[in-house]
Structure formats: C-alpha cells, structure tokens
C-alpha cells in the first residue's frame, strides 16, 4: 500500500515540477473533449427538434360521397385497429368546413349549394411508427379499402427528416471518432515529451533495479488524470454555458448522467492507453 501512495505521491509531483507543460496538456485534451461533447449534443439537440417536428405528421384519408355513412364508419374502425394507431378523427363535410373558414378566416363556400368539400379520416400515428417506409405501407393497405379516393400525408417533409437525421448521425460517427484520434495522439505526444524530460532520471532508476511497471505508472496516471479532468470540465462548462444561449425552436438536449459518466470513464481508459503508448518506447 504504501509502495502505491509513494507512486501516487510521485506522479504528482512530476506533474507539479512541470505546471506550464501539464496544463498546455490539460487544456488541449480540454478543448477537444469539448468540441466532441458540442458534437453530441448537437446530435441529441437536432434529433428531438425533427421528432418533434415529424410528430405532427398524420394521414389524412379522404372518402367518396357515394360510401354510405355505415361503411365510411366500418372503414374507420378497421383502420383503427392498424399496430401503431393511435387514434382515428373523422371529419365530416361541416367539420371541413369549419377548419377551412379557420385557416382562410371568412367562408369560401358561402353562396355555394351545398358542401362540396369530402369527408375524411385523419389518422395519428404512435412515434415510433411515424417513418417514411411504414407511413407508405399503411397507405397502400388503405387505398384497399372501399371509397377511398385519395391519402394524403407530408411525405417528403418525412423524407427530409430523415435524411437530415442520417447525415446526422453520419457526421457524429466520422467527426466524432476522428476528435477522439486527435485527443489520443496530443496525449501521446504529451506524455512522450514528459517521459524524454525525465529520461535522465528514469535511466537511474533502472539501474537502481527499478521494474518497468514502477516507470511505467507515472505516465498512466498522469494519462488518466488528464483525460478524466478534461472530459469532465467539458461537461461542466457547457451545463452552465447553455444557460447563456438559447435557440428558438429548439431545445438543447444532454446525454443522461448514465452516458456522461460513461464517456468520462471511456476518455480515462482512453487517458490510460495514451499514457502507455507515449511512454512504452522511452522506458
């Protein structure tokens, strides 16, 4: 035990011989952890305002004249039993109507003889049915039914979501795992600078009989003193950054504690392999 405080206490120490150099390190790794956790959260951010945006989107089925009123209700049950339905509207003529004036503010069919507008049926998907492949699904099983003239739902609205979502996604992967590379290198270099400063005094204790894991710890922790500090100074900066800024239509999201916790411990494991690859080869 007192052989790990007296590795601690060293590692510490060569850390505090060298300030300038540890927190040029600190604030690098700080820097790139921080664009990663933008990155992510820009991801998480993006994705809530499409899904809300893609939550609105239903289709609206419009019926014949000629269906008579028994059947127009039979087809609103069969489709409500459809998986991932949540709900079946029917909007008679006069509620087309009435949603027509709201939207134009003065009746259109004033004058006219009778209501020429159709009858429909608009139906609200759960939202993890709401995508392109199973909205054109429902759709031709809909136009199967008797009376059905014509479905209608915002299709390439949905298209474009979800393209954007990919891309998305895409750019967090490929950005992502490249700022990760770029935290690992700078911490391999830094600690290969720390290591040949120290070359000196690490040839005297080899020769001094000391094992290759007593010269190796130094390193690591200070690979993973760095990564952890930084990964989570990120973290505690944007929380209290985002209260400065503010986009209308869109709501900043977090990952969960859960998640954050667990980057935090993959950039120390992180921290650990780059403190032992930017010392293997001095040692």
Not at 106 to 119: A, H, S, W, Y
Not at 249 to 254: A, L, P, R, V, Y
Request: hydrophobic residues 50%; proline residues 2%; glycine residues 8%.
């Amino acid at each position: 035990m007192s052989r790990i405080f007296f590795l601690l206490g060293k590692s510490l120490g060569d850390i505090g011989r060298r300030p300038i150099a540890a927190f040029g390190a600190l604030l690098s790794l700080l820097l790139l952890f921080l664009l990663f956790d933008i990155v992510w959260i820009s991801s998480l951010s993006s994705r809530k305002y499409y899904d809300n945006l893609v939550s609105g989107i239903d289709i609206e089925v419009f019926i014949d004249d000629s269906l008579p009123d028994s059947s127009f209700m039979a087809t609103q049950m069969a489709i409500s039993k459809f998986e991932g339905v949540e709900r079946v509207d029917l909007i008679t003529k006069d509620d087309a109507r009435t949603l027509l004036v709201d939207i134009m503010g003065v009746d259109l069919l004033n004058g006219l003889e009778g209501n020429p507008l159709p009858r429909s049926l608009v139906v609200t998907f759960r939202e993890n049915f709401l995508n392109n492949r199973a909205l054109g699904n429902y759709r031709k099983r809909m136009m199967e039914f008797e009376g059905v003239s014509q479905i209608f739902y915002a299709q390439h609205l949905l298209e474009k979501a979800e393209n954007a979502r990919m891309i998305i996604s895409n750019i967090v992967i490929y950005l992502g795992g490249a700022i990760l590379l770029a935290a690992v290198l700078n911490l391999v270099n830094s600690i290969r600078l720390s290591a040949r400063a120290r070359e000196f005094e690490i040839t005297q204790l080899r020769l001094m009989g000391a094992s290759r894991f007593f010269l190796l710890f130094p390193f690591i922790l200070e690979g993973f003193l760095f990564s952890f500090l930084a990964s989570m100074s990120g973290w505690i900066l944007l929380q209290y950054g985002t209260d400065y800024f503010a986009f209308k239509g869109i709501e900043i999201m977090f990952p969960s504690i859960p998640e954050i916790v667990f980057f935090c411990l993959a950039a120390s494991v992180t921290g650990i392999i780059g403190g032992y690859i930017g010392s293997r080869k001095i040692l």
